[in-house]
C-alpha cells in the first residue's frame, strides 16, 4: 500500500471509530418489543413495499417475526400473516395489497423458548403514497475559503438535508438545500464530517458518512532545479524537488499535480499535466525556455500551484549551428544541415529579441519537417534590434519529456547601426613618465545597435589651446584595456574611447585627461636612497672629527698623570731587583699593618739614606764640573734627575734613554745606580705602607713627614 493511501485509511479508520463511537452513544435503551416500524416502496410499486423495523431489548437468536396485513377495500377487507420472519425487514408482494387503499400493518415477536409475543404499534398507510425517495449518490464536493460546494445526481425535485460536524465531535448540524448548494462559515483547517438524504413524502436513508480533509491553503516549496547538460548536443536534464509547505504538515496530502509547459505556447500540446505521488521529477528537455507547475490536492481541495522558469539556454557549441540571413526589415532567411534526426516530425522556431545582454524568447512557429530553410516574416522586426533565433526538432507531439532538441542558436540583426553610447568608467592607472594603462567598461549589446566589432582609442597632448592628436588606436571587442606607450615625460594627456560596427564609429565616450610623471617610481626611490646615504656619511664624518679636536684639546688642558706602579721604568728595574719580595713583604704589611715604633725607625732609615745620597750627588756634581774640560767622556752620561712619586713619564723614557746610551758604567756609576733603586724602592715602600696606615687605623695615631 502506498504511503498516501495508508494515510488515508488510517485517517479513515479514525474518523469511522470516531463516528461509531458517537452513533452508539446516541442510542437509547431498546423498548421491549420491536419499534421503527417503515413500509415503502422504491422507484415502482409493482416491485412490492418493503418493510423495515427494529428488535427489542430481549431479541436473541431464536426470536422470529410475524407481519399482519388488514386491507379495506371497497367490496371487502382482507387479512394476512406472515410468519417465521427472522430478519427486521420484509417486502410484501404487491398481490397483498391494494395500492389506492388504506392498510394496516404490524409486527409480533415471538420468542420460541418463553412463548413470548409482543407486538409494535400499526401503521396505517396508503401504498401509492409510500414512495421513499433513494439515497443520493455521486456526491461531489470541494472546500475552498471555507465554503464546502456539493453536487451529486438526481431525477426529480426532493427536498434534501445535509447533517455536518466537526471531525471528532458528536452532534449533527443540519440544513435544508436544492439539489446543489454551498455549506459556507467553515473553518478552512479543520476538517469535517458530512450525510445526505432526501424525500418526496418520505425521508430517503442517510448516505454513508463522507470526510473532508482540512484545506490546503500553502502552494508547496520547490527547491532550486539541478541542471546537466546531456551529452547529446541541444538537450538538458532537470531535476526538481519540492516539499508540502509548512501548513500542510498535520493535513492529508494525496498527491501532486505537475504540468510543464513550454514558452512561448502556440499549441495544447505544448502543455503536459500528470500526477504523482513522488516529490521529485526528472525532465529531459531542449535549451528552449519552459514553465513547471506544481501544486498539492487531496480529496477537497487544491493548494495555490508555485511555478518556476527554466530558462532558455545558450550553449556555445550550438552557435551559429544555424544561418540567418536578412531580408529587408521586416524578415529573415534561417537554414540549417539536412544532418539532423530522421525521426523528426516537426520543428520549432523560437525568436525574440536581445535586451540588456539577455535574450527574451516571445514567439514560436511550427514547420514541417521535410524543409532546410525557411523564411521568417514578422511584423515583430525592429532595425538596430538585436534578435536570438532558436531552432528546436521535435520526434512527438506529446508527451514533452525527452522528445525535443535543440539544432542551432544564431543572433542577427535585419539592419546594422552604430553604437548609441561610448564606453563607461574609464579610468587609467600604472601613469609613468612614458606610458599609462587606459580600462574601460564594454557598451551594453542592446545599445551596439549591431555586432560591435572593436573599440577605437583617441589621445592626445593638451599644449595651452592648442593640442597634438595622435593617431587612433583600434582593439577587438572583447578587450576592455590597453597600454598607452611612448608618451612625454610631465605631459597632460586627454584620452576617448568610441565602438564602432559593420555600420561604422559610434560616439565617442567622455574626456579623460592625466598627466605624466616627470620621474618614474623606481628613478624617484633611487634619488631618494642616494640622498639618505650621504647624508648619513656626513653625520658620520662631523661625529668624528668632533669626537677627535675633542680628545686633542682634552690632552692639551687636561693631560693625564700616568700611575708611576705602572710605569715602564719601575718594570725594567723589578727585573734584576728585590721588587718582588718587597711586593710580598708589601702584601704582608697590608695584612698586618706595622707599629708606631717600626714607623719612626722606617722614617730614620730614610732620612739617613737620603742624606748619603744627597752627600754623594753633591760630590758628583762638582767632580763632573771640575773634570767636563778635561774628560769628553763624562759629558755624554745622563744626567740625574730625582725619583718621586709624581715622576712623569717623559722623565722616565730620559733615564732609560741615558741608561740605553751609556757604554759601559763605571763601578762608581754602577754602586750610584744602585744606590738610587734602593733610595726609590724605599720611596715606594713608604708610600705604600702610608696608604696601608691610612686604611688601616690603630689605636695609636701615625705622624706623617
Not at 323 to 329: E, F, R, V, W
Request: proline share 5%; charged share 20%.
Amino acid at each position: 500500500m502506498k504511503p498516501v493511501h495508508l494515510l488515508l485509511h488510517l485517517l479513515a479508520s479514525s474518523l469511522g471509530t470516531s463516528s461509531e463511537k458517537c452513533e452508539s452513544e446516541q442510542v437509547t435503551e431498546f423498548p421491549d418489543g420491536p419499534h421503527n416500524l417503515q413500509c415503502y416502496y422504491i422507484k415502482e410499486i409493482e416491485n412490492g413495499l418493503k418493510c423495515t423495523w427494529n428488535h427489542g431489548k430481549h431479541h436473541t437468536n431464536t426470536t422470529t417475526y410475524t407481519l399482519k396485513i388488514y386491507r379495506i377495500g371497497k367490496t371487502s377487507s382482507l387479512n394476512t400473516k406472515f410468519t417465521a420472519i427472522t430478519g427486521t425487514f420484509y417486502v410484501i408482494e404487491r398481490k397483498y395489497f391494494y395500492i389506492s387503499e388504506n392498510t394496516t400493518i404490524s409486527i409480533t415477536t415471538v420468542e420460541q423458548r418463553s412463548k413470548m409475543y409482543q407486538n409494535t404499534t400499526s401503521i396505517t398507510l396508503i401504498p401509492k403514497d409510500s414512495e421513499k425517495p433513494a439515497t443520493p449518490s455521486d456526491i461531489k464536493y470541494t472546500k475552498h475559503e471555507g465554503q464546502l460546494k456539493l453536487t451529486w445526481s438526481t431525477s426529480k425535485e426532493l427536498e434534501y438535508e445535509l447533517a455536518y460536524r466537526k471531525a471528532g465531535t458528536c452532534n449533527w448540524l443540519s440544513v435544508h438545500f436544492q439539489p446543489s448548494g454551498t455549506l459556507q462559515g467553515l473553518e478552512r483547517l479543520a476538517a469535517y464530517e458530512f450525510r445526505m438524504r432526501c424525500k418526496i413524502k418520505l425521508w430517503s436513508s442517510w448516505t454513508k458518512i463522507y470526510h473532508v480533509p482540512p484545506e490546503l491553503i500553502d502552494k508547496p516549496q520547490v527547491y532550486m532545479p539541478v541542471t546537466e547538460l546531456m551529452q547529446e548536443p541541444g538537450k538538458r536534464r532537470f531535476t526538481i524537488r519540492w516539499e508540502s509547505a509548512a501548513t500542510a504538515n498535520s493535513t492529508i496530502v494525496q498527491g501532486y499535480n505537475i504540468t510543464i509547459e513550454r514558452i512561448p505556447t502556440n499549441q495544447s500540446y505544448d502543455i503536459q499535466s500528470f500526477e504523482t505521488f513522488s516529490k521529485e521529477c526528472v525532465f529531459i528537455l531542449s535549451q528552449a525556455c519552459f514553465k513547471f507547475r506544481v501544486l498539492a490536492y487531496n480529496s477537497a481541495s487544491f493548494s495555490p500551484a508555485n511555478e518556476i522558469i527554466l530558462p532558455s539556454f545558450n550553449q556555445m557549441s550550438l552557435n551559429n549551428r544555424i544561418n540567418a540571413t536578412p531580408q529587408g526589415n521586416n524578415s529573415i532567411l534561417i537554414s540549417w544541415n539536412s544532418d539532423v534526426n530522421r525521426q523528426t516530425r516537426v520543428y520549432i522556431i523560437d525568436w525574440g529579441p536581445v535586451i540588456g545582454n539577455k535574450a527574451h524568447i516571445q514567439w514560436s512557429k511550427r514547420i514541417k519537417k521535410n524543409r532546410l530553410n525557411f523564411t521568417l516574416k514578422a511584423d515583430t522586426f525592429k532595425p538596430k534590434q538585436r534578435y536570438r533565433i532558436m531552432l528546436h526538432s521535435k520526434t512527438k507531439k506529446i508527451p514533452m519529456n525527452n522528445t525535443e532538441k535543440t539544432i542551432g542558436v544564431v543572433d542577427v540583426y535585419t539592419l546594422e547601426g552604430t553604437p548609441r553610447i561610448g564606453p563607461s568608467n574609464i579610468t587609467v592607472t600604472n601613469i609613468s613618465k612614458t606610458s599609462a594603462m587606459i580600462r574601460w567598461n564594454p557598451i551594453p549589446e542592446d545599445e551596439c545597435q549591431g555586432f560591435l566589432q572593436g573599440y577605437k582609442i583617441f589621445y592626445c597632448v593638451i599644449k595651452s589651446a592648442v593640442g597634438n592628436t595622435y593617431s587612433p588606436i583600434s582593439v577587438n571587442s572583447s578587450t576592455t584595456f590597453y597600454m598607452l606607450t611612448g608618451l612625454l615625460r610631465k605631459t597632460l594627456y586627454t584620452v576617448q574611447i568610441s565602438g564602432y560596427t559593420k555600420a561604422g564609429e559610434g560616439i565617442r565616450s567622455k574626456a579623460v585627461s592625466f598627466d605624466t610623471k616627470e620621474y618614474n617610481d623606481g628613478e624617484i626611490k633611487a634619488i631618494a636612497v642616494g640622498i639618505s646615504i650621504t647624508i648619513i656619511i656626513f653625520v658620520f664624518l662631523v661625529t668624528w672629527r668632533c669626537l677627535f679636536l675633542f680628545r686633542r684639546i682634552k690632552e692639551i688642558f687636561w693631560p693625564s698623570i700616568p700611575n708611576p706602579g705602572n710605569s715602564y721604568v719601575i718594570r725594567i728595574i723589578g727585573k734584576d731587583s728585590l721588587l718582588p719580595q718587597l711586593e710580598n713583604e708589601l702584601l704582608s704589611l697590608k695584612t698586618n699593618p706595622p707599629l708606631m715604633e717600626d714607623l719612626e725607625s722606617l722614617h730614620i732609615i730614610e732620612e739617613v739614606t737620603n742624606t748619603s745620597i744627597d752627600c754623594q750627588l753633591q760630590e758628583n756634581e762638582e767632580d763632573s764640573v771640575t773634570d767636563q774640560d778635561s774628560n769628553s767622556n763624562l759629558s755624554n752620561k745622563p744626567p740625574f734627575i730625582q725619583v718621586t712619586d709624581y715622576t712623569t713619564m717623559e722623565n722616565f723614557r730620559q733615564i732609560i734613554a741615558g741608561t740605553n746610551t751609556a757604554i759601559q758604567p763605571s763601578r762608581c756609576e754602577t754602586e750610584f745606580n744602585n744606590q738610587q733603586n734602593g733610595c726609590l724602592i724605599q720611596s715606594y715602600m713608604k708610600q705604600q705602607v702610608h696608604q696601608t696606615s691610612i686604611q688601616t687605623p690603630g689605636p695609636i695615631g701615625i705622624a706623617c713627614d
